[in-house]
């Protein structure tokens, strides 16, 4: 469905005026008809004027009033007609109808938040979608809305368990493709959002993981859902943006919210990410405690401050390993004789 814009139609003003001047002119011939009621024209007049002021009103039904940023998708009988956009007062054929099938699901959305008319609550694939059965407003909004679904729990490539939350920004370009080729834009953005957000995650380690390509160009890499967000964010953006075209919405923005290890497994992988962070300590340690040994025997060496022999390098090796490298102070022990 192409979409179709009415730019000729911002005369609501002047159709209002020429209505109510109607209705005047109305009024004042069936006065001025009453006093000839004797002849035919007089009864002709009566009759025309009574139809206007019974049936006239029916064109008041072609004012429209349109705020920054709203849009009105109108059909004639079943038939699209067009679609008015921009602030305004409009006046269009009073038997079109405003068509917006979205217009009673109410998100987790910004311009949803605060809705006291929703009756009915759907939860289905994790996103939860009310239904309003009252003040149902058919106009379409076309400023920029943030969705924001419930937290899901996705396996990520290593098969852990994890919950994720993600916020969409997005906006409706196209209103014939968002009224008409999809059932209901906003319950369809709501499921490709999740649909995109688990097609994306599976594709990553929660952290950093040794032999896992995570672009698909059969090269390891060191992406992740902690490390790379804003890689993972673009690739999700894009994901949903393929999705939703049809319906004419453009995504312009996804960014993660929440990113947690399930609670079965959070405890475990709290203690791996503590013993990775207790080894890379150690390491950097023992690495820093050679190169001082082997600076402090360079040293000795070059002034000639002692001869050593390799049994003693040995031992003042191990004794200055155990001193740099323990975990508490050291304490030494005075030696007044010889080593053998």
């Known amino acids: 469905m192409k979409e179709k814009i009415l730019t000729e139609k911002k005369n609501g003003m002047t159709a209002l005026i020429l209505i109510i001047l109607s209705y005047i002119i109305a009024i004042v011939a069936c006065i001025f008809g009453d006093s000839m009621s004797d002849t035919l024209i007089g009864g002709v007049l009566i009759a025309a004027c009574g139809i206007w002021i019974s049936f ?37 054929n009073p ?12 998100l987790r959305q910004s311009s949803d938040v605060g809705s006291s008319n929703s009756s009915v609550s759907v939860t289905a694939d994790n996103s939860t979608v009310a239904v309003s059965t009252q003040n149902t407003d058919k106009h379409i909004s076309l400023k920029i809305m943030t969705l924001n679904n419930n937290i899901q729990k996705i396996n990520d490539c290593l098969g852990n368990p994890i919950h994720i939350g993600i916020a969409v920004i997005w906006r409706v370009v196209d209103t014939a493709k968002a009224v008409f080729d999809v059932d209901n834009y906003k319950e369809y953005l ?56 049809n319906a004419g919405i453009e995504i312009i923005e996804a960014r993660i919210t929440y990113l947690a ?66 975990n508490h102070d050291a304490q030494p022990v005075v030696n007044s004789g010889s080593l053998y």
């Open 56 to 92: 006239g009103w029916i064109l008041l039904l072609g004012l429209k009033v349109l705020k920054p940023q709203e849009a009105l998708v109108l059909t004639l009988f079943g038939k699209y007609v067009g679609t008015i956009k921009g602030d305004g007062f409009y006046w269009v």
């Open 261 to 326: 290890y399930a609670p079965e497994i959070a405890a475990s992988m709290l203690q791996r990410q503590q013993a990775s962070a207790v080894v890379d300590a150690r390491k950097l340690i023992v690495d820093g405690a050679v190169g001082m040994v082997e600076m402090a025997l360079e040293e000795l060496n070059r002034k000639n401050v002692v001869q050593l022999d390799d049994e003693r390098k040995a031992a003042m090796v191990s004794n200055l390993l155990v001193v740099l490298c323990g």
């Open 190 to 245: 709501s499921l490709q959002c999740d649909t995109a957000l688990r097609n994306i995650v599976r594709l990553y380690p929660y952290d950093v993981a040794e032999n896992i390509d995570t672009t698909g160009d059969g090269v390891a890499d060191e992406g992740s859902l902690r490390g790379s967000s804003d890689i993972v964010a673009k690739r999700i953006r894009d994901e949903i943006q393929t999705k939703v075209e």
């Open 95 to 106: 038997f079109c109808t405003a068509v917006n099938p979205a217009a009673a699901t109410k």
